[in-house]
């Protein structure tokens, strides 16, 4: 029916249905709206199907086709290999061997150790599951051979003498080092390189193979007072007696000087204008510098030499 009471009529003209005649959907007779569209249904296995098409064989390397999901799974994969064995590393150190005797050196050499080995292992399982030979790698360690010989030598030299450092322990971290005119405190062992904190507060990365090569005087190996020996020449009209109780006196009161073993002056070089003196006193190096315990003795000897009016040559 229209507005004025007559019965719509088809265009056949015939009276219109409910429907309008079939000629359009209900929803827009009715309300002038579209009803809703519906979105395809895709189940799993069709979305894994629409996956695979899209992953392309990127290359191929000794019979083994590395497509992009293969590729995102071995760097997941060496992401996930690296994250564990740092894990390992701080669990070793953190837990495993909290509640052993050992000190911070020894804990965290153990840490390294263990770091690298599932570092290794972790790698090597990981090119397997890929599908890599890995003895289609020997020409490559061949290359790496080659290399080693014409520059890479001093790297894995100190590859290899980081991993020495790690197990005999020659030095470790806290000891207090004398390398050539360098010397410092041990703050870090790497496998490639040590890490020597000056009196200066600089940090200086030594390659590992000077600590294996190169003669170390390490002050604290046994943690016991070592001997400083400081010269002294004094002019040698003096009686060598007073230059003796002088020098005893005064280091006599000096914190860093040990009263046991007793400090002793010895003569050097009796002849000529100046007799040469050696004041040799034990310290602990732990506590103390060498070189700052040896200008305060300087200072200290000067001092009291002069207020004894003996001349220094």
């Known amino acids: 029916m229209d507005a004025g009471g007559r019965q719509a009529t088809c265009p056949s003209g015939g009276p219109a249905p409910r429907r309008a005649c079939g000629l359009l959907p209900t929803g827009i007779f009715i309300t002038g709206v579209p009803p809703r569209a519906r979105l395809p249904t895709m189940t799993p296995a069709d979305w894994t199907a629409h996956l695979a098409a899209l992953d392309v064989t990127l290359f191929t390397w000794h019979e083994t086709d590395f497509t992009v999901s293969s590729i995102l799974k071995l760097v997941l994969s060496f992401v996930f290999v690296l994250w564990l064995s740092n894990a390992s590393r701080r669990w070793v150190m953190g837990r495993a061997l909290r509640h052993w005797n050992l000190d911070e050196g020894t804990r965290r050499s153990i840490g390294n150790v263990v770091h690298y080995a599932v570092l290794a292992i972790g790698l090597v399982l990981v090119l397997q599951n890929a599908g890599i030979n890995l003895t289609a790698l020997s020409v490559v360690a061949g290359a790496v051979g080659v290399g080693i010989g014409f520059g890479l030598q001093n790297l894995f030299s100190n590859l290899i003498s980081g991993l020495i450092i790690m197990i005999e322990r020659p030095v470790k971290i806290g000891d207090r080092v004398e390398l050539g005119a360098l010397e410092g405190q041990i703050t870090d062992i790497g496998v490639r390189r040590t890490t020597v904190l000056t009196n200066d507060r600089v940090a200086i990365l030594v390659p590992n193979q000077k600590f294996i090569l190169d003669n170390v005087v390490n002050l604290t190996h046994r943690h016991q ?84 009016e003996i001349k220094t040559a």
């Open 225 to 308: 007072p070592v001997r400083l020996r400081v010269p002294v020449n004094v002019a040698a009209a003096h009686d060598p007696e007073q230059v003796r109780r002088e020098l005893l006196a005064a280091v006599a009161g000096h914190d860093a000087v040990k009263a046991e073993p007793a400090p002793e002056v010895l003569i050097t070089n009796p002849g000529g204008a100046a007799t040469s003196y050696e004041l040799a006193v034990w310290y602990d190096p732990g506590h103390a510098t060498r070189q700052q315990l040896l200008s305060d003795l300087a200072f200290a000897l000067l001092q009291r030499l002069r207020a004894a």
